[in-house]
C-alpha cells in the first residue's frame, strides 16, 4: 500500500515488505530483509573556474595568451629537435664520406654506398621521422586540450 509522504512523494507502507524480528535480534545497520537501501552517489562540492579557459583563450586574454604560447613553443622545441636530428644526420653523411675516404670505394649491390645513402635510405629515414613528428605534434595537443578543458585533473584530492 502507497500513501503520500507530505512532499507529494509515495512511500511504501514498511509493513507489507518487512517480515517481523524476531524480539531478541538488534536493529543494526544492515537493512532488513526484504528492503532494499538506495543511496546517493557522493558528491563533492567541484571548484568552478570563473571563467573556463577555452574563453580565456577565445578572448585573447593575458591567461589565453599564455596557454597559446605554452602551445606553440613546445611545438616549436619539437620542430627545432627534428630539424637538428635531420640536419646531423643528413648533413653528416657527406662529411662522413670525407673523412673515411675508404667508404666513397665501397659499392652496395654495384652502386656506390654515397649514393645508396643519400639517395635511397634517406627517405625512408625522412618517413619515419614525419611519422615521429606527427605523433609527437598530436601527443602535444592533445596534453593541451587536456589542460584546457580540465585543468584541475592533475592536482590530487
Known amino acids: 500500500m502507497t500513501e503520500p509522504d507530505g512532499r507529494g512523494a509515495a ?3 514498511e509493513r507489507e515488505t518487512t517480515p517481523p524480528r524476531p524480539a531478541g535480534e538488534a536493529g ?7 528492503r532494499t537501501r538506495v543511496t546517493g552517489p557522493r558528491a563533492r562540492a567541484s571548484r568552478r573556474l570563473r571563467h573556463p579557459v577555452t574563453r ?5 586574454t ?3 595568451e599564455a596557454y597559446m604560447r ?6 616549436l622545441r619539437l620542430a627545432v629537435r627534428l630539424c637538428t636530428v635531420l640536419a646531423v644526420v643528413v648533413g653528416g653523411l657527406p662529411a662522413l664520406f670525407a673523412l673515411f675516404p675508404e667508404l666513397r670505394d665501397q659499392r652496395v649491390a654495384g652502386l656506390p654506398l654515397a649514393w645508396v ?6 627517405y625512408p629515414w625522412f ?18 586540450a587536456d589542460l584546457v578543458d580540465n585543468p584541475w585533473a592533475d592536482r590530487k584530492p
Open 11 to 13: 512511500r511504501t507502507d
Open 28 to 34: 543494526g545497520d544492515a537493512p532488513a530483509p526484504g
Open 56 to 60: 580565456e583563450i577565445d578572448e585573447q
Open 62 to 64: 593575458g591567461l589565453g
Open 70 to 75: 605554452s602551445l606553440v613553443q613546445a611545438q
Open 117 to 122: 645513402l643519400l639517395g635511397g635510405l634517406v
Open 127 to 144: 618517413v619515419a621521422c614525419g611519422w615521429w613528428y606527427v605523433r609527437q605534434a598530436e601527443r602535444n595537443e592533445r596534453d593541451f
